[in-house]
Antibody, heavy 119, light 110 residues
Framework: EVQLVESGGGLVQPGGSLKLSCVAS????????MDWVRQAPGKGLEWVAN????????YYVASVRGRFTISLDNAKKSVYLQMNSLTGEDTATYYC????????????WGQGTLVTVSS | QSVLTQPPSASGTPGQRVTISCSGS????????VTWYQKVPGTAPKLLIY???HRPSGVPDRFSGSKSGTSASLAISGIQSEDETDYYC???????????FGGGTQLTVL
């Protein structure tokens, strides 16, 4: 059974940092990508970032570029999202997802981890 | 304002067919495959349709997708009360190098 489990969310002050982790089990990432998608309270889904399994490519939504860094550890089957200079607009539930089919659709999702940016 | 445009709401009575549209541009829907997700509050999104019109195993065949030019649609035939939730289209934008989501459509089963 494919499983993605996120951790690392919590309450952080504006300007602070947080690192999210996502551990994958039951799947061979192969040529897949790994993505982070978030949903702010009462808002729609927003894609945040992704990384190719070999680490050769990574992309970010404009609003987090320069503040967030996605990385992975294939040995640990883990993907990370380092988030710096956080603002209230980053408050959201963050989901990791597997970009299957060469990254063209997300077929496996984690349960989500809540990040709250507030003083 | 999303680059991908979905109607904010849709509705139908049980058993009806409902269609949700997703409008984009040549750099996203016009160039790449569209996916659709079902999002129930408090749970992770669920893949409904990939590659415009492919349905993953386990998704009921009353869900179907289509694409024409720079627009795509999700159709739900014979809607049921359990279908009452939010639906999102998503597609890669080749110019922006980002994934885009539509604003989401809240389906109400009357």
């Amino acid at each position: 059974e494919v499983q993605l489990v996120e951790s690392g969310g919590g309450l952080v002050q504006p300007g602070g940092s947080l690192k999210l982790s996502c551990v994958a089990s039951g799947l061979d990432l192969g040529d897949d990508w790994m993505d982070w998608v978030r949903q702010a309270p009462g808002k729609g889904l927003e894609w945040v970032a992704n990384i190719k399994q070999d680490g050769s490519k990574r992309y970010y939504v404009a609003s987090v570029r320069g503040r967030f860094t996605i990385s992975l550890d294939n040995a640990k089957k883990s993907v990370y999202l380092q988030m710096n200079s956080l603002t209230g607009e980053d408050t959201a539930t963050y989901y990791c997802a597997r970009g299957a089919g060469g990254g063209w659709f997300w077929d496996s999702w984690g349960q989500g981890t809540l990040v709250t940016v507030s003083s | 304002q999303s680059v991908l445009t979905q109607p904010p709401s849709a509705s139908g009575t049980p058993g009806q067919r409902v269609t949700i549209s997703c409008s984009g541009s040549s750099s996203n829907i016009g160039s790449n495959a569209v996916t659709w997700y079902q999002k129930v509050p408090g749970t992770a999104p669920k893949l409904l349709i990939y590659s415009n019109d492919h349905r993953p195993s386990g998704v009921p065949d009353r869900f179907s997708g289509s694409k024409s030019g720079t627009s795509a649609s999700l159709a739900i035939s014979g809607i049921q009360s359990e279908d009452e939730t939010d639906y999102y289209c998503a597609v890669w934008d080749t110019n922006l190098n980002v994934w885009l989501f539509g604003g989401g459509t809240q389906l109400t089963v009357l």
